[in-house]
């Protein structure tokens, strides 16, 4: 199986501070990752996907890097609505194994 | 806007198999390149995929569950379901039906989710 692995584990941020949460891979993935946002209560939503596409509706503040193991989330301007915890997953592997989450808190 | 609504017992007695069942609105279960999959979250903890079927009706599992799992489609119905057998108090977790998205060959994404039940495991 394939393990993620997110550093941080949780980290705290203040409105409008640049965020940045990475994401390894226990082997190569190629540019197989996605990043979700999910907030208390609620499913997980989709932030970015193929390591660098934003999903549509997604606001441009969300952007994604990387290839191979090393990865990264990177939240240009935090906004009082992006307090939540993040999952990378990798869909190298039919196993869609995802990392152990980030949270961001205040 | 595809929509996807799990539906089955919250509790389910130890030994017993757990059933689910996850309707989707908005769009046909039979077309398009999608594979419809089933992912957990134990309460506080982390996200596990349990498994999936394609459109096809070919499936895959994860191994840890393999044993345990089955998942099916009713294309009639427009819905697909899991079942896990022999369940433990380790079972009980939030179950998510889960859509995912095919892109660059055999990449995939999950885009679409129910908004989850809670499976409690419990004599």
């Known amino acids: 199986d394939i393990q993620m692995t997110q550093s941080p584990s949780s980290l705290s941020a203040s409105v409008g501070d640049r965020v940045t949460i990475t994401c390894r891979a226990s082997q190569s993935i190629s540019s197989y990752l996605n990043w979700y946002q999910q907030k208390p209560g609620k499913a997980p939503k989709v932030l970015i996907y193929a390591a660098s596409s934003l999903q549509s509706g997604v606001p441009s503040r969300f952007s994604g890097s990387g290839s191979g193991t090393d990865f990264t989330l990177t939240i240009s301007s935090l906004q009082p609505e992006d307090f939540a915890t993040y999952y990378c997953q990798q869909s190298y592997s039919t196993l869609g194994t995802f990392g152990q989450g980030t949270k961001v808190e205040i | ?123």
Do not use: H, M
């Not at chain 2, 609105?25 to 077309?31: A, C, D, Q």
């Not at chain 2, 895959?60 to 379901?81: E, G, M």
């Open chain 2, 1 to 123: 806007q595809v929509q996807l609504q799990e539906s089955g017992p919250g509790l389910v007695k130890p030994s017993q198999t757990l059933s689910l069942t996850c309707t989707v609105s908005g769009g046909s279960i039979s077309s398009g390149s999608y594979y419809w999959s089933w992912i957990r979250q134990p309460a506080g903890k982390g996200l596990e995929w349990i498994g999936r079927i394609y459109t096809s009706g070919s499936t895959n599992y994860n191994p840890s569950l393999k044993s345990r799992v089955t998942i099916s489609v009713d294309t009639s119905k427009n819905q697909f379901s899991l079942r896990l057998s022999s369940v433990t108090a380790a079972d009980t977790a939030v179950y998510y039906c889960v859509r995912a998205s095919e892109y660059s060959g055999y990449g995939y994404y999950f885009d679409y989710w129910g908004q989850g039940t809670l499976v409690t495991v419990s004599s």
